[in-house]
């Protein structure tokens, strides 16, 4: 099984001097292509800064980052962040976020219009995953005409339309109800699965914990046990 993600050292800080507070203390994670990971903890642990490092949102202060055998961050980014975070990384967030003013469709059509994808393209691609997920007869619906679990199906379809390597998804049941909260979790793993996108996840949620691979555990800014 390929790597398709290590990142080496990680360290954060934010404040200075006695108020300062370390977020991510000489983190070392790896995953493998397809592979769905849990990363739980307390508050405070760290994970949703880890998510962001390795997301390439908020950089850490230091450390390494090789994202399909490509190094992304060595002390400082060594590539086109915007580009390469488009083009390979999905992300899926406790809200779904959703343009209200679009369609399903429309919703995951847009991050490939962003890249200059045709309409045409675009909306079959749309179409396909919104029927990986169940949704394809509420591709007209705008979010507000969509339940909670409706509007996290299409946020992951659209996390998925550029088809990312990795996929992070910060609390994405924490607003659902266990039923539906695990619905999601198995979602993630077929994704994982199924498309060969690597799959880690930030939860307090442990009603669908035999659903990942892998399961670590974060606390103080370091990832404890596994």
């Known amino acids: 099984m390929t790597q398709a993600l290590l990142a080496e050292n990680l360290r954060k800080k934010y404040g200075r001097g006695d108020t300062a507070v370390t977020a991510l203390d000489n983190v070392t994670i790896s995953m493998d292509t397809g592979e769905v990971v849990a990363l739980l903890g307390p508050s405070g642990a760290g994970k949703s800064t880890l998510l962001t490092a390795l997301g390439?949102?908020?950089?850490?202060?230091?450390?390494?980052?090789?994202?399909?055998?490509?190094?992304?961050?060595?002390?400082?980014?060594?590539?086109?962040?915007?580009?390469f975070r488009r083009a390979n990384l999905g992300f899926v967030f406790q809200k779904a976020n959703l343009l209200p003013f679009l369609t399903a469709r429309e919703n995951v059509q847009l991050p490939m219009e962003l890249d200059d994808v045709s309409n045409g393209k675009s909306r079959r691609r749309a179409m396909e995953l919104l029927a990986q997920f169940g949704m394809e007869d509420r591709q007209s619906f705008k979010p507000s005409e969509l339940s909670g679990g409706q509007q996290q199906r299409v946020a992951i379809a659209r996390a998925l339309a550029n088809s990312p390597k990795l996929l992070f998804a910060d609390e994405p049941t924490a607003a659902l109800d266990?039923?539906?909260?695990?619905?999601?979790?198995?979602?993630?793993?077929?994704?994982?699965?199924?498309?060969?996108?690597?799959?880690?996840?930030?939860?307090h949620d442990t009603r669908a914990l035999d659903v990942f691979d892998r399961i670590l555990h974060m606390e103080d800014g370091r990832i404890r046990e596994q």
Do not use: C, W
């Open 56 to 83: 390439l949102i908020r950089p850490p202060d230091s450390g390494r980052i090789v994202i399909d055998g490509k190094v992304i961050f060595d002390n400082g980014y060594r590539t086109d962040i915007r580009a």
């Open 178 to 203: 266990s039923v539906m909260g695990r619905k999601v979790m198995e979602m993630m793993k077929r994704v994982a699965h199924d498309f060969q996108t690597s799959v880690l996840v930030v939860t």
